[in-house]
């Protein structure tokens, strides 16, 4: 049977949930599971009239009883009312609760709670990238367990191009959108306090909060890093490997996240990690596979970041973790193949 896969804005989009959600629907297909993209307008989840009347629209023109795979931007900010109007089968892909963003008002974050707890019960399935999403959903959104599949994202491997050098000065690399959640403003005052250290940084992200990226700006300014810490935004791929084949380590100072794919893609550059004990993260790169600090706490990043720059026995048995870990990593039709089984699932139930 075929199903739907309503998504808003551009798959092309480079953040983590875009990307999960393009290579999964690409290989859907791959693994002989017809599945339709339905593109949605952007605003989600803060969605105008107008994405509100497209969704709607885009929702009456498929078949009935066609399974659809409802991006979690939609499906957690949504009209509950539509949900239970609908004459098929709903599967949630939610990457985190919408109302756990960092740097919410706490009204919103509280309305988005509410929203998001509502619309899961009706929800045919949910399916979620990390064993912590469905902790969180089971304990804090009353969300059956048997209702929830783990469909951990797949990865694409390095290409196997010569080895590159190191760059001189060492290179600290962040990979993560410009927005509050992702604690670029930790790193660089973090970056600060090791400023006696030689080192440059690059981060690497497209900015979704204008008013997070100036803030940086004026602290990366404030701080004397301007020449040190370079904004790279949104760069082609073939830069992007080049900057992981080039880093020393691999820095991301997040507040939250629900799996972290870029962390796992440190790994199979074979870098040292260092991020923060919260959200999946110690379930992407364990205790022992990263130096993890608590969150919020630039002090001790600072020190887990003069740690690593300073000790290569350090550097060289993190760097040797991620590379054996690394193996074991999932491919995108492994990801593929359990939202595949949801599909016939919610399709045929009990069968």
Not at 77 to 82: E, F, K, L, Q, S
Not at 142 to 147: A, F, K, L, M, Y
Not at 160 to 180: E, H, R, T
Request: with cysteine.
């Amino acid at each position: 049977m075929e199903a739907a896969f309503a998504i808003p804005g551009d798959l092309n989009t480079r953040t983590g949930g875009y990307i999960y959600e393009r290579r999964l629907l690409e290989s859907l297909n791959e693994i002989g599971q017809p599945t339709r993209h339905v593109r949605l307008i952007t605003s989600w989840p803060h969605p105008t009239p107008e994405a509100e009347a497209d969704l709607a629209r885009a929702l009456a023109a498929l078949p009935d009883g066609m399974p659809l795979i409802l991006d979690g931007l939609v499906f957690g900010a949504m009209d509950t009312d539509i949900l239970a109007r609908t004459q098929r089968p709903v599967i949630a892909m939610l990457h985190h609760p919408l109302g756990l963003e960092a740097g919410l008002p706490p009204d919103r974050a509280k309305a988005l709670i509410a929203r998001e707890t509502a619309n899961l019960r009706h929800a045919a399935h949910v399916v979620v990238p990390s064993p912590h999403t469905r902790e969180i959903l089971v304990a804090q959104f009353g969300v059956e367990p048997g209702r929830i599949s783990i469909a951990l994202p797949g990865f694409d491997r390095p290409s196997q191009g010569g080895p590159m050098d190191k760059a001189i000065p060492p290179l600290i690399l962040s990979v993560g959108i410009i927005c509050a959640r992702k604690g670029h403003d930790i790193l660089i005052d973090a970056l600060a306090r090791v400023a006696h250290l030689d080192w440059t940084c690059s981060i690497v992200g497209m900015t979704h909060d204008e008013g997070v990226r100036q803030a940086l700006l004026a602290q990366r300014a404030r701080l004397h890093l301007d020449h040190r810490v370079v904004f790279e935004g949104v760069v082609p791929t073939a830069r992007l490997d080049q900057l992981y084949r080039q880093a020393t380590l691999f820095a991301l100072a997040t507040r939250y996240e629900g799996y972290g794919l870029v962390l796992s893609e440190a790994q199979l550059y074979g870098l040292p990690i260092l991020s923060c004990a919260v959200g999946a993260v110690p379930q992407t790169v364990p205790d022992g596979a990263a130096l993890l600090t608590p969150p919020d706490d630039p002090a001790a990043f600072a020190a887990a970041l003069e740690r690593l720059l300073t000790d290569a026995a350090e550097r060289k048995r993190l760097a040797n973790e991620s590379a054996a870990r690394s193996t074991a990593l999932p491919h995108w039709r492994d990801t593929a193949r359990v939202m595949r089984q949801v599909v016939q699932h919610v399709a045929a139930p009990g069968v």
